[in-house]
């Protein structure tokens, strides 16, 4: 999985949560919370996304590292590869 | 002696029913003896009919509320936005901590109970895959809550769950709180958003109490007729906005109507099955607080869902009141046009008849094929509307399990 298919993966879960928002010009080193409008909740729901669709778990510890598209990938590419994708 | 209680009135209401989603529009399709019902996909059951609302919940929320929320909440924004329209109130001069919000509800946390249960079954039951939403979905307070919240209300907002009766328990709360000068404006009624869950369809026909026919499923409710054979459940909401007469007299607001009287009793004999003797006390008790006697009352909308017995309990009770007496008391049912509203159903099937004030018109009972003798009820209004001369006064009767019933009389305002 590449950088850009990792934040398309994302952006497609958070255009199911957060419906209203514009996705077009979210820019990738920057936390999703302050160009977005999402909540606690918000995150919960990309952590819950990501195990219903794609078999990923993300400990709470680890929420930190979905604050941006860029950290997004860092974390989940390699999660992504021990998964053979 | 006690200084009298303040005079509360009836300033707006918004509703959604499923054959209307304004008042213009329901009462024009009551009178024109328009019913609507649909034939739903009900989750492990197969397609039976039910009353199902077309309103465009985006227009007041955004799609991210409607997918967070729940269908009741919606209701319940969608009827608040267009009470506080038609009040003339804008949204952004509401006193919030002086706005209280009241909705009676059947039940709460069905539908979504069962949607996260069928969720995680196709994740073989494993409870890591159930919402983080649950819980505010299913608390018991949650469409009223989600009023509050669209409306950035601060004041008191809550449900009462009354089962069916919950709709007229909506408005007798709002108006004790309004007389008590907890709140200053309220939004008040019920709201239904029954048709989601399969429990509820499920235990009526396990009760084989749900409403159908054979060749016309706008026929499927049917009070009063001799065929009735069970309920049609809906979904739909109906919220007024009332104040008490002064501050609505100070603000130029549109009076619909005044509060008058009302009762809330409770059977205290059974599960399901009504009790007319309490109910006809229910009714006596509401005519009395209200200072009239049953001669007074012009228009009667019964609570009759269309269920083999429970019609001929109503009228057991209506007749016990009324009785011959009462030459100038017309009586009507709105169920046979968009089913059961649970809920929301007396808070609606009052709009429906409040424009009589103006237009003097009963709507009819409607699809009578046969009226049932043990339902012949004088005055009763079938099939087409009615003129009448006089129309100063509505009883609104709505009953719910566990025996609770519920009358609320509103009049026309007289300054």
């Known amino acids: 999985m590449t950088k850009a298919e990792c934040h398309k993966l994302v ?7 957060a419906p209203d928002e514009d996705l077009s010009n979210v820019k990738p080193d920057v936390r999703l919370r302050d160009q977005l409008q999402l909540d606690s909740m918000d995150f919960l729901d990309i952590v819950m996304e990501l195990r219903k669709r794609h078999g990923i778990e993300v400990p709470e510890a680890d929420y930190m590292k979905l604050a941006n598209l860029d950290s997004c990938a860092e974390y989940l ?7 053979g994708k | 002696m006690r200084a009298p209680l303040p005079r509360i009135v009836i ?29 739903i996909d009900v989750r492990y059951m197969g397609r039976y009919p039910a009353g199902v609302c077309s309103f465009d919940p985006l227009r007041y929320q955004k799609k991210k509320d409607v997918r967070v929320g729940t269908r009741a909440g919606s209701i319940g924004v969608y009827c608040a936005r267009e009470a506080l329209a038609d009040s003339g109130i804008a949204v952004d001069a509401l006193v919030k901590d002086r706005t209280g919000v009241f909705i ?24 890591k895959f159930w919402t983080h939403y649950h819980n505010p979905r299913t608390v018991a307070n949650n469409p009223a809550g989600e009023v509050s919240l669209h409306l950035g209300s601060t004041g008191p907002a809550y449900t009462l769950g009354a089962a069916c009766a919950a709709g007229n328990v ?12 907890e709140v200053d404006l309220a ?10 869950t399969f429990g509820i369809f499920a235990g009526f026909k ?18 009063f007729d001799k065929s009735r054979n069970g309920i049609v459940i809906s979904e739909g909401g109906c919220l007024y906005t009332l104040e008490r007469l002064d501050d609505a007299l100070a603000r130029g607001a549109k009076i619909y109507a005044e509060i008058s009287g009302y009762c809330i009793n409770s059977d205290a004999t059974d599960y399901v099955l009504p009790n007319p003797v309490r109910q006809a006390e229910c009714v006596r008790k509401a005519i009395a607080h209200a200072g009239l006697a049953p001669s007074d009352i012009h228009l009667v909308n019964t609570h009759a869902t269309a269920t083999p017995m429970g019609d001929i309990q109503e009228c057991e009770s209506i007749r016990a009141v009324f009785g011959a007496d009462c030459p100038n008391t017309y009586i009507n049912n709105t169920k046979g046009y968009i089913g059961h509203c649970m809920g929301a159903a ?3 099937e009052l709009a429906g008849n409040l424009p009589s004030f103006t237009d003097l018109t009963v709507h009819p009972t409607i699809n009578v094929t046969e009226l049932d003798p043990q339902c012949d009820l004088p005055g009763l209004v079938i099939n087409q509307p009615k003129k009448i001369e006089r129309l100063d006064t509505i009883l609104n009767n709505s009953f719910g399990m566990l025996g609770i019933n519920s009358t609320l009389i509103v009049k026309r305002f007289v300054a």
């Open chain 2, 206 to 223: 396990s009760q084989n109490a749900l409403g159908s026919h054979p060749t016309d499923i706008n026929r499927s409710s049917r009070p």
């Open chain 2, 346 to 348: 007396g808070a609606l």
């Open chain 2, 187 to 196: 939004i008040c009624g019920g709201v239904s958003e029954s048709i989601q």
């Open chain 1, 11 to 17: 952006l497609d879960i958070i255009s199911d949560i």
């Open chain 2, 11 to 39: 300033t707006g209401l918004g509703l959604t029913a499923p054959n209307g989603k304004s008042l213009a529009e329901f009462r024009a399709n009551l009178l024109a003896g328009v019913a609507r019902i649909s034939e």
């Open chain 2, 104 to 127: 009676g509800i059947t039940e709460h946390g069905n539908v979504e109970t069962e949607n996260e249960i069928f969720n995680i079954s196709k994740y073989n039951y494993d409870t």
């Open chain 2, 170 to 181: 909506g408005l007798i709360h709002a108006t004790q709180m309004l007389r008590l000068g």
């Open chain 1, 77 to 83: 590419i390699p999660k992504f590869a021990a998964q």
